[in-house]
């Protein structure tokens, strides 16, 4: 679903242009402890179709740039949220990414899809202010991943979702030093739950973006990853570094 029509259905889904669990509610309680100020530049690293980099500007965290792969995504935001500069980006390059310095870099539920995620951490970095903040709220995998997934969606294989206990080494070595990490397994199983019953109070929404084989894959994808997170091989984390 980390495509370009997956972030359509889910903004369907969702009512709104976020792909991550949680939408407006994660991202209060993501920078809960991050002070408000006009001043501070953010970097939204994988901001899909915009939604979250304009919440973030728009209610007072700061000055927001979002960067994302995907250029059909970029497009939409830069047409919805003309207020904020989003840029096509490979988070791993940092040749590609925007001129920093900047205070502080959210990432929602993307590392899970990076496959060298030391890579991305250290081109963050590069453009990272002294000191500054990164907040990543993400899904979390535990050992038994791997074998939970093996009968269903195929798509699950390509995740990588962030072990808890390697976190602040995998920072480390890309320049960052792991501040705090908050559990959401809770919330996670609760907003995937509400997000799996969409599927029949958003129909009219979901058919206006997707044909019945598009919609049937996602709802079971879906109940698939909701399933994961009752057999607690997948969970969901904020994690909380600052610049080394």
Sequence with gaps: MNTPEGKLLLAALRGADYAHAGEETAIELALADWPKSPRRRILDAGCGRGGTAHFLQTNGWGLVTGVDRDASSVAHAREAYPDIAFATADLTDAQSLPDGPFDGITMFNVLYAIPDQAAALKALRTVAAPGARLMIFDYTGTSGYAKAIASLHPEFGLWNPPVPAKMSATLQVAGWHLVTTHSLNREYERWYADLVSR???????????????????????????????REGALGGAIFHAEAA
């Design 199 to 229: 599927f029949t109070t958003r129909e009219a929404a979901l058919a206006s973006v997707a044909d019945e084989a598009t919609i049937a894959y996602a709802r079971g994808f879906y109940a698939n990853l909701l399933h994961l997170i």
